[in-house]
């Protein structure tokens, strides 16, 4: 399945005649695209996970992300400010770029039998990623300066790769992959109820 981001955000440089509510629904198609391709990945490596590896996975609370005060539960998400719903998916967005990075170089040599789609599959997310927080950046001028404040978590990876033997890599992979995902419904959520309130939606089906 392939999918054109220039087919929803190759205006982003020129938006400033397109509409607000224009702009949400091509972000928010972009964002259920990276979750729902991010899920898809993380089943492809579940197919060849050995079980163990599930026992020795980290906690989601060890997620470089999870220090970044984010809503939770559904109620208070749409009490929240578009600013601030814009500000937390930039920062998110923001932070997985090195992480993106890292499992994209990684991904060719990971020891799994269909390394290659996980390579081109983990490269079409990097790439989404990238040109979703440059389209926000329309997003931003339209909602005002409190939308451009940002809460950077850097990323550190100790030894710079995933390790050496092969349960660590796939261990290593996954484990970022899963946080990944988790973030990108988060991204997806924050989106799809900006979006509602741009088209005037009751609160309750968003």
């Known amino acids: 399945l392939t999918f054109s981001v220039s087919v ?18 091509r972000a928010a198609q972009t964002s259920e695209y990276i979750h729902s391709l991010s899920s898809a990945l993380t089943n492809e490596l579940d197919s060849h996970f050995p079980p163990s590896g599930r026992m020795l996975m980290p906690r989601p609370s060890l997620c470089h992300t999870s220090s970044l005060n984010m809503p939770t539960d559904k109620e208070d998400i749409l009490k929240l400010p578009e600013w601030k719903l814009v500000s937390l ?17 990684e991904a060719p040599s990971l020891p799994h039998p269909s390394s290659g789609a996980i390579h081109s599959r983990t490269r079409e997310l990097q ?9 926000l950046d329309t997003l931003v001028n ?6 451009q404040s940002l809460n950077l978590l850097p990323f550190t990876w ?26 990108s419904h988060k ?10 309130r741009a088209a005037k939606m009751r609160p309750d089906v968003c």
């Open 158 to 183: 100790k030894g710079g790769d995933l390790g050496t033997d092969r349960n660590s890599r796939l261990l290593n992979f996954h484990f970022l992959l899963s946080c990944f995902r988790r973030d």
């Open 127 to 135: 790439e989404n990623t990238h040109s979703l927080h440059s389209g």
């Open 142 to 147: 339209k909602l005002g300066p409190l939308s």
């Open 8 to 25: 929803l955000l190759c205006v982003a440089a020129k938006a400033q005649g397109v509409g607000l509510g224009e702009l949400l629904e």
């Open 89 to 105: 998916v930039r920062s998110l967005l923001l932070s997985w770029s090195d992480p993106l990075l890292l499992l994209s170089s």
């Open 187 to 196: 991204i997806d959520s924050f989106l799809k109820v900006l979006r509602c």
